[in-house]
């Protein structure tokens, strides 16, 4: 019999996959009690009684409420240029000064946009493969990425607007789109026993 560690391996991969498909949390929950269940009774070792986590979890056939793959990009490409100006402005704001578009903010919106649509067009390989060196090489990568636009990009004025307003408008999108994410939240939960 595998050890319960083994058998936590195992499960969180499942979770993991169940999650990639965007299977609501009750029914994996439930799909885990399932699991757990078998497991305790019959003492067998979940690779020998359900594949590999990947396998059984497309087996299952669960239903996902998955939102297209381009909604999800928009909302996130419009949070990260949000968050990049609401920095800018808050700075301004601070300093007492004007927000002033600039080409080197210009520059990270973009890089921010690539960026993230990179990631989210590989977020179920990076989640279900991806090892702890890898994402550092990411990161990595994004941060010389970074520095080089800084670095490479002149910096002129293109544009000066009043500070407060743009602190309310993109303060606004940015709580919105924690708001939609914190309310999308949809926690692994398992069946209540009677």
Request: aromatic residues 8%; glycine residues 8%; hydrophobic residues 50%.
């Amino acid at each position: 019999m595998k050890s319960t560690t083994e058998h936590q391996k195992w499960l969180d991969e499942f979770i993991l996959e169940l999650r990639v498909r965007d299977v609501p949390g009750e029914l994996i929950g439930d799909a885990v009690s399932t699991v757990e269940a078998h497991l305790r009774d019959t003492g067998e070792q979940p690779a020998d009684a359900f594949g590999s986590p990947g396998d059984y979890a497309e087996n299952l056939d669960l239903p996902g409420r998955r939102a297209p793959r381009g909604q999800t990009w928009i909302l996130s490409e419009v949070a990260l240029a949000a968050f990049t100006v609401l920095a800018f402005a808050v700075v301004a704001l601070f300093t007492g000064s004007e927000f002033e578009v600039t080409g080197l903010l210009l520059a990270l919106i973009l890089a921010n946009a690539v960026t993230g649509a990179v990631v989210i067009m590989n977020l179920d390989a990076i989640a279900r493969s991806w090892s702890l060196w890898q994402g550092g090489l990411l990161g990595m990568a994004i941060a010389v990425t970074y520095a080089l636009v800084i670095g490479l990009t002149p910096d002129p004025v293109l544009l000066t607007l009043p500070t407060i307003p743009v602190v309310v408008v993109t303060g606004l999108v940015s709580a919105g789109f924690i708001w939609h994410a914190v309310r999308g939240a949809d926690p692994v939960t398992k069946p209540v026993a009677l």
